[in-house]
């Protein structure tokens, strides 16, 4: 099926958008959005930051680790918790709360003017509970491992479901919310689930995405260096380096996306404002290494989900990278995209983890989320710090450096792979009314 | 412990000085010393028993579940504790 053609270069085709659902009630759109990066609080702070190629990644001391680099994010978190909600909560649930609550505003949902039982919380993490277990076995150390000092907040704070769980006590939710542990494609499977779950009549507002808290604790940055891929630089902000020659591992970072999802009938129905269509999606696993990716597996995956989105290849005008500056997992990635987007000469690739790291659960939410704008501003945030492309990560229309003016995208597609194999890939289109 | 606690009221600074870290968005100033904690500031039971910890951590005292009811108020967390605090 041909796709549109644009006679002059720096615009994206304009497909033909065949949406495999035509009832309303089965389409998928997103309302609202409420984020935190470690370059911005707001998605018109986070957006514009990408744009003018503004990262912020910076030194911490965690224990026993002494200096590392890490993305921080700095949102107010007592804007929408008390003190004692934070002291009590986890990391991971105040970033859920504050993004679930600019989410909604963002959407205009009024929960007070909501049936609460029809709202669900679908979050995706990468892991949840080595930070308060990390802090609770040094706090018994200092008593000699008297475990009579270990905090009845254990059991709360590291059940997996917390940050949903928290968020779901903020804002007065009765519906079912539960997290999905889905490594560093977590972020997807969130919005995935929110799709599934609202197709299925489960509920009719879905606040879904993924967090991470993950720079808190100091396990995951001894093993990332135990792996040799944990990245060190002189300038922080130059540390994480997808596809570049010198690139030397990842960036940890803290970070939350949470989208407000629902069916395209209710949206409508309600006057929303749409800002996108999930109009396709798939996850599957490699089936081979632990640790190591497949790209036979992410290409597979990348077709489906552009299948079913009822797109080609050809009309997916930007790819939002999960590249996390690995040596193997960039190359292998590139290998996937290659063969997926062989002969599309309108369709272009970044990187947004350049930016703000690897925010493990949080990141191809908030890297869908980073690239959103493109439906309405017409550019395409580039990929930064690379300095000297690796030929094994060669793309066409890789934008590098700058944000580059590109028309005419109506199609995303959102990798985020992890660990044990898992890939994920999701498709939003711009909505069109129709 | 550095400074021996010898008297109720530098007790129940002590007690008032842990809820201010557990209950850090209350206003203490106005806590009345005879009347239960519970019924004047939002105190749940898991607050009690960061209470319990803090006492332990920081103060060596240990307080069993059965005396939880004996910190109900300041007045009578300083009856109780007073004593423990000699030790």
């Known amino acids: 099926m041909p796709s549109a053609t644009h006679p002059s270069s720096g615009s994206a085709a304009a497909p033909h958008l065949r949406v495999r659902y035509k009832n309303p009630a089965e389409r998928i759109v997103v309302t609202g959005l409420g984020l935190t990066a470690p370059n911005g609080n707001t998605p018109a702070e986070f957006r514009a930051n990408l744009l003018a190629t503004k990262p912020n990644i910076q030194r911490i001391t965690t224990r026993y680790m002494g200096e590392v680099l890490a993305g921080v994010c700095n949102y107010d978190a007592l804007k929408y918790q008390k003190r004692k909600e934070v002291r009590n909560g986890t990391r991971a649930g105040s970033i859920a709360i504050y993004c679930a609550r600019e989410a909604l505003a963002d959407a205009g949902l009024d929960l007070a003017k909501m049936n609460p039982a029809r709202a669900g919380v679908y979050i995706g993490i990468t892991e949840h509970g080595n930070v308060e277990t990390e802090n609770e076995i040094f706090n018994i150390s200092q008593f000699n491992y008297d475990t009579k000092y270990w905090t009845h907040h254990h059991n709360p704070r590291t059940v997996a479901n917390n940050p949903a769980g928290e968020v779901t006590i903020n804002l007065g939710i009765t519906g079912p919310h539960y997290t999905i542990g889905a490594a560093c494609a977590a972020g997807n499977a969130g919005l995935i689930q929110a799709a599934q779950m609202l197709r299925l009549g489960e509920v009719d507002v879905a606040i879904a995405g993924g967090v991470s808290e993950s720079i808190h604790t100091f396990g995951i940055f001894a093993a990332f260096k135990a792996q040799g891929a944990l990245a060190h630089h002189e300038d922080p902000n130059k540390a994480s380096r997808p596809f570049d020659r010198d690139r030397n591992g990842i960036v940890i970072s803290e970070g939350g996306a949470l989208y407000i999802v629902e069916r395209l009938s209710d949206a409508l129905a309600r006057g929303a404002r749409i800002i996108c269509e999930i109009a396709g999606y798939n996850m599957n696993s490699d089936a081979t290494d632990a640790v190591l990716p497949n790209p036979d597996r992410q290409a597979e995956c990348m077709f489906a989900a552009i299948a079913r989105s009822g797109l080609e290849p050809a009309d997916i005008g930007l790819i939002s990278t999960h590249a996390t500056a690995t040596h193997q997992g960039d190359a292998q990635e590139c290998a996937a995209l290659r063969r997926v987007f062989a002969n599309c000469p309108d369709t272009y690739f970044n990187n947004t983890k350049s930016f703000i790291g690897h925010a493990m659960g949080a990141a191809g939410a908030l890297e869908l989320a980073g690239n959103l704008g493109t439906f309405t501003d017409g550019l395409i945030h580039p990929t930064i710090n690379l300095d000297n492309l690796d030929p094994a990560c060669e793309l066409p229309n890789l934008v590098s450096g700058q944000t580059r003016p590109v028309s005419g995208v109506r199609a995303i597609l959102n990798n985020s792979f992890g660990m044990l194999g898992i890939n994920s890939a999701v498709v939003v289109t711009s909505y069109q009314g129709t | ?87």
């Open chain 2, 1 to 87: 412990m550095a400074v021996a606690v010898t008297t109720p009221d530098e007790v129940k600074k002590i007690v008032l000085a842990i809820i201010a870290d557990i209950a850090p968005d209350e206003d203490l100033s106005n806590v009345k010393p005879e009347v239960r904690l519970r019924d004047q500031l939002e105190l749940d039971s898991m607050d009690f028993l960061d209470i319990v910890m803090e006492l332990r951590k920081k103060y060596g005292i240990e307080v069993p579940e059965a005396d939880y009811p004996k910190l109900a108020s300041l007045d009578s967390c300083a009856e109780y504790l007073l004593p423990k605090f000699g030790k």
